[in-house]
């Protein structure tokens, strides 16, 4: 390793410049400024989040996506349920706490991914309502019910997007008290509730195998 491939590490991944302002979002700010890939570990294959539009760090969180052919392959376009609860599962618990943990311990995403693995716990109940094809752009919003020993709960729903609504726009004075109402416009269509959707970040070492 270089020393400036080694600086660049310390750094968590990104330039001293870089790594100063995004720090200054995570202490002063929210994930609204911030793009998924710089949060989520997942490839871009995987990654089910586009993006951040509304975020409290205490409370919650409404992100969108929209699905691609590749998502919707084989499987008569649509978009799995499975795939909708991974979705609102990268959105939320993934999100919000990777967010709040990288607070807590002052480093960056890339930084915290050398300590921790993001892991299911548990899912509760989960009723679906509609359906979504290729270009539905749907929101995930979530609940922050729990949040403690780097263990995170979110209650939430997920609604199809009416077309051409300019979400930004349509969040921006979104509030905490609004999101657990679901307060938002009858133009959104319910497609699903999910209940104690439960993720952990566990030491990376408890996933390596003893020799």
Partial sequence: MTEDQRKLYLAGGMPDEERA???KIIHDGSLVEVKPSQILLHGPTKRLVNTYHWHSP?????????????DVEDHFEIFRGVDQVEAFAQATIVSCATF???????????????????AFISIGNVNFHYYLEQGDTFICMGNIMFYKWRQM???????KVPAGLNLDEYFKDFTGERL???????????VAELFDITGRAILIELFKKSE
Wanted: aromatic share 12%.
């Fill in 153 to 159: 709960v979110c209650d939430g729903r997920i609604y």
């Fill in 21 to 23: 302002s995004f720090m």
């Fill in 100 to 118: 709040l943990e990288c607070r807590k311990q002052n480093c960056t995403p890339d930084q915290l991914k050398n300590k921790f693995i993001p």
């Fill in 58 to 70: 205490d409370k919650g969180i409404v992100a969108s996506y929209t699905p691609t052919e590749r």
């Fill in 180 to 190: 657990l109402k679901y307060d938002i416009s009858k133009d959104f269509k319910l």
